[in-house]
């Protein structure tokens, strides 16, 4: 079970990342001034078009490399990612934070981080990272 404090954590020992409150009180983290990960309470719009399935606890939104990144995390394990109609055609997988593990976690972070991030930091870091 992850929690907000593991995604701070992970997402500011990348470099160049900073932390903002959104003007709603939600946290986001970026690169470079791009958000790669961020919380994402589900909205009423939301809630009616997951209707029964609309999960409880803290979401997290992550940025992933396209819509088939996003539907292979949904594919591969629903209990822990979905989407919502607000997210059609955009990079981005929203995530039960309190059904995720630290290493997939670490590695959604990561991922997330290396989409948004300036191409020569991403290289610098990979390779620093062994990567």
Known sequence: MASWEDVRGL???LPETDERESGEGHLTWRVKEKGFV?????RKGDL?????AAPGGPILCARVPDEGAKHA?????????FTTPHFDGYPAVLVQLDR?????LEELVVEAWLTRAPKRLAKQYQAGSGA
């Not at 009616?48 to 029964?52: I, Q, R, V």
Request: hydrophobic content about 60%; aromatic content about 8%.
């Open 48 to 52: 009616a078009a997951l209707g029964a």
């Open 100 to 104: 995720i593990d630290a290493a997939e």
């Open 73 to 81: 995390l949904i594919a591969d394990d629903p209990s822990v990612y």
């Open 38 to 42: 961020w919380e994402r309470p589900l």
């Open 11 to 13: 997402a500011l020992a």
